[in-house]
T-cell receptor, first 112, second 111 residues
Framework: DTAVSQTPKYLVTQMGNDKSIKCEQNLGHDTMYWYKQDSKKFLKIMFSYNNKELIINETVPNRFSPKSPDKAHLNLHINSLELGDSAVYFC???????????FGQGTRLTVV | EDQVTQSPEALRLQEGESSSLNCSYTVSGLRGLFWYRQDPGKGPEFLFTLYSAGEEKEKERLKATLTKKESFLHITAPKPEDSATYLCAVQAAGSNYQLIWGAGTKLIIKP
C-alpha cells in the first residue's frame, strides 16, 4: 500500500502545453504539499494545503495551480509550460506541521 | 534571510568508517529541524525532527544532534545500504510552517 502516490512518474511535453500531475494519499493526513526539486537537488515548497487554507509560495508563477477535489487528493495543474519548468515535482502529506512529511515518488517533468 | 547549508556536498566512506554530516542554519526563531534520506529516483524519507538545542534522536546507525546554530547527523559503522543523499530542513517561527531545505549531502559507503 503506497502512502503517497503520484502519477505520472515521467512526463515529457512540449512548450506551451497544459498538463496535470495527480497526487493521492491514504494516510488520512490533513495537509498536503507540492514541492519542486531542481537539478541542483534543492527542494522548494510550492503550495501547502489543508481543508482550511491554501498557502502559496509567492515565487510560484500563477501558471501553476493546485486543485483539491477532497482531503486525500491534491493535483497540480500547469498551464503554458516553459523550458524552465523541467524538474522533479514531489507531492507530500503530513498530519502535523511539527512532524515529518511523507513524500511521493516524484514526477520527472521534461519540457522540450 | 533564512538559510540552510549542508556540508560536505559529498562524502565517501569505507564500510564501518564512522563520520558526521553537518547542517548549519540561520533562521529567525527555530520551530523544528528535520532530517530526511533520499534515494535516487525516490522521494525524501523522514528520519528525525529536533526541536531544541541539546536534543538528540537515534535510529539504528544514525544519531542526530542539535545546537543553536547547527545539527549533526552522526553515522556509526555505516553499511553500503546507508548510501543516499541526506537532506536537512528547518521550519522557522512565523513561516506558515514552510520548510527551508539544504542541498543535501550525498553519502557513499563502499564495501
Amino acid at each position: 500500500d503506497t502512502a503517497v502516490s503520484q502519477t505520472p512518474k515521467y512526463l515529457v511535453t512540449q512548450m506551451g502545453n497544459d498538463k496535470s500531475i495527480k497526487c493521492e494519499q491514504n494516510l488520512g493526513h490533513d495537509t498536503m504539499y507540492w514541492y519542486k526539486q531542481d537539478s541542483k537537488k534543492f527542494l522548494k515548497i510550492m503550495f501547502s494545503y489543508n481543508n482550511k487554507e491554501l498557502i502559496i509560495n509567492e515565487t510560484v508563477p500563477n501558471r501553476f495551480s493546485p486543485k483539491s477535489p477532497d482531503k486525500a487528493h491534491l493535483n497540480l495543474h500547469i498551464n503554458s509550460l516553459e523550458l524552465g519548468d523541467s524538474a522533479v515535482y514531489f507531492c507530500a502529506s503530513s498530519d502535523s506541521d511539527r512532524r515529518g512529511a511523507f513524500f511521493g515518488q516524484g514526477t520527472r517533468l521534461t519540457v522540450v | 534571510e533564512d538559510q540552510v547549508t549542508q556540508s560536505p556536498e559529498a562524502l565517501r566512506l569505507q564500510e564501518g568508517e564512522s563520520s558526521s554530516l553537518n547542517c548549519s542554519y540561520t533562521v529567525s526563531g527555530l520551530r523544528g529541524l528535520f532530517w530526511y534520506r533520499q534515494d535516487p529516483g525516490k522521494g525524501p524519507e523522514f528520519l528525525f525532527t529536533l526541536y531544541s538545542a541539546g536534543e538528540e534522536k537515534e535510529k539504528e546507525r544514525l544519531k542526530a544532534t542539535l545546537t543553536k546554530k547547527e545539527s549533526f547527523l552522526h553515522i556509526t559503522a555505516p553499511k553500503p545500504e546507508d548510501s543516499a543523499t541526506y537532506l536537512c530542513a528547518v521550519q522557522a517561527a512565523g513561516s506558515n510552517y514552510q520548510l527551508i531545505w539544504g542541498a543535501g549531502t550525498k553519502l557513499i559507503i563502499k564495501p
